[in-house]
T-cell receptor
Framework: DAMVIQNPRYQVTQFGKPVTLSCSQT?????MYWYQQKSSQAPKLLFH???????NEADTPDNFQSRRPNTSFCFLDIRSPGLGDAAMYLC????????????????FGPGTRLTVT | GEDVEQSLFLSVREGDSSVINCTYT??????LYWYKQEPGAGLQLLTY?????DMKQDQRLTVLLNKKDKHLSLRIADTQTGDSAIYFC???????????FGAGTRLAVHP
């Protein structure tokens, strides 16, 4: 089945040690998103890619970076994780055609829960 | 800026109807959504409504949209214990199908 896959599901990293979270999709969607969800809070958009164009939300910390080497994969890099970066990280995809959504739906992966020790 | 607000907690008896409410600020949103999140899991799209509709029914789910008051509600008929979860209201903002979520309503279903 077409889907959004996130690896690993659980990641433990040390304070200040760079970590990379991975997302892949078989939907061939041209937009990919990363959301951060802290405990008992709403998911919050960090950034998105439209094809290869990277779009950062204004309040996303510089500590967070992303790479999209091809349509299928998108990575979230946290350069120096702090204790406050412990959260669930959700990847999502959707499809745009000629700058407008082709579909109402945004497909979410199962998330990666990041623990910072 | 854009904001979505929900009540944080709702407790209902099994078999009763549940109504979860949400208010939003961005009147230009194209779609409004309800997502369900079970413990430790990702987000599952439950239903959505296009902004030019005022009601949508999908089996046990009824979505009502009052665009004038920027109020969205989700009614779950015959609520079951399996419906216990956190329900997030979301609206699109800023193009590219970006979503802004409410804080989530935790629904507890008791016998």
């Amino acid at each position: 089945d077409a889907m959004v896959i996130q690896n690993p599901r659980y990641q433990v990293t040390q304070f200040g040690k760079p970590v990379t979270l991975s997302c892949s999709q078989t939907l061939n969607h041209n937009v990919m998103y990363w959301y951060q969800q802290k405990s008992s809070q709403a998911p919050k958009l960090l950034f998105h890619y439209y094809d290869k164009d990277f779009n950062n939300e204004a309040d996303t910390p510089d500590n967070f970076q992303s790479r999209r080497p091809n349509t299928s994969f998108c990575f979230l890099d946290i350069r120096s994780p702090g204790l406050g970066d412990a959260a669930m990280y959700l990847c999502a995809t959707s499809m745009m055609t000629s700058g407008a959504p082709s579909s109402y739906e945004q497909y979410f992966g199962p998330g990666t829960r990041l623990t910072v020790t | 800026g854009e904001d979505v607000e929900q009540s944080l907690f709702l407790s209902v008896r099994e078999g009763d109807s549940s109504v979860i409410n949400c208010t939003y600020t961005d009147s230009s949103s194209t779609y409004l959504y309800w997502y369900k999140q079970e413990p430790g899991a990702g987000l599952q799209l439950l239903t959505y409504i296009f902004s030019n509709m005022d009601m949508k029914q999908d089996q046990r789910l009824t979505v009502l949209l009052n665009k004038k008051d920027k109020h969205l509600s989700l009614r779950i008929a015959d609520t079951q214990t399996g419906d216990s979860a956190i329900y997030f209201c979301a609206e699109t903002f800023g193009g590219y199908n970006k979503l802004i979520f409410g804080a989530g309503t935790r629904l507890a279903v008791h016998p």
